[in-house]
């Protein structure tokens, strides 16, 4: 059964600083994985999606990267604001499935100005 | 750029009562998805729905579930008898197509908070 852990749990940076957070799970057979933003009380925002054969995607100060065979994805912020304090959950789409995403539990992010 | 919209934005009901969870899924889309999130915890994948027809379901999805498409532009999520662990936030997203035909991202709406009293 497909588990998706993200570490840390929580993280506070002050604002500038550059930033990894971490998704690993437990079955590579996915056909991606994908990046989300959720702030309090909110919906998901779709940040990134990185297919399987992949290794990486970039939107403006955001970089995820994808290692399918060890089973782990980095999101990578560069140059952290406040206004990028929210929680950030990775979700993998398992190959067995056509439909659903598994969601790990995220990485609560405060950037302090 | 087109959203996904869900109404209410907060539902409270006593236990025992039927509630129905709406959403718009963006226009062009034609799969439609419901996930949940209790407190403090992950987020659960519910059913998925394509051509008026359940495509999967999880095992949280049980009898008392249901989702309908009523019309051409609403996706409606159904728990006829509440109980206190259906409790959450219920989200409804949607893509263009299924996964595999063109990896596109599922586009979440903001959820409705269901309070079950």
């Known amino acids: 059964k497909q588990e998706v852990t993200q570490i840390p749990a929580a993280l506070s940076v002050p604002e500038g600083e550059n930033l990894v957070l971490n998704c690993s799970f437990t079955?590579?057979?996915?056909?991606?994985l994908q990046w989300f933003r959720q702030d309090p009380g909110k919906g998901l925002t779709s940040l990134l999606l990185?297919?399987?054969?992949?290794r990486e995607q970039t939107s403006g100060r955001l970089n995820a990267s994808l290692d399918k065979s060890s089973g782990r994805s980095t999101l990578y912020i560069a140059a952290s604001q406040p206004g990028d304090s929210a929680t950030y959950l990775c979700a993998v789409g398992p190959l067995d499935s056509s439909y659903k995403l598994i969601f790990g539990s995220g990485t609560r992010l405060l950037v302090r100005p | 750029e087109p959203e996904v919209t869900q109404t209410p934005s907060h539902q409270v009901t006593q236990m025992g009562q039927e509630v129905i969870l709406r959403c718009v899924p963006i226009s062009n889309h034609l799969y439609f998805y419901w996930y949940r999130q209790i407190l403090g915890q992950k987020v659960e994948f519910l059913v998925s729905f394509y051509n008026n027809e359940i495509s999967e379901k999880s095992e949280i999805f049980d009898d008392q579930f249901s989702v309908e498409r009523p019309d051409g532009s609403n996706f409606t999520l159904k728990i006829r008898s509440t109980k206190l662990e259906d409790s959450a936030m219920y989200f409804c997203a949607s893509t263009p197509t299924a996964r595999p035909q063109n990896n596109q991202p599922q586009h979440f709406g903001d959820g409705t908070r269901l309070s079950i009293l």
């Open positions: 079955d590579s057979a996915i056909y991606n």
């Open positions: 990185i297919q399987s054969s992949q």
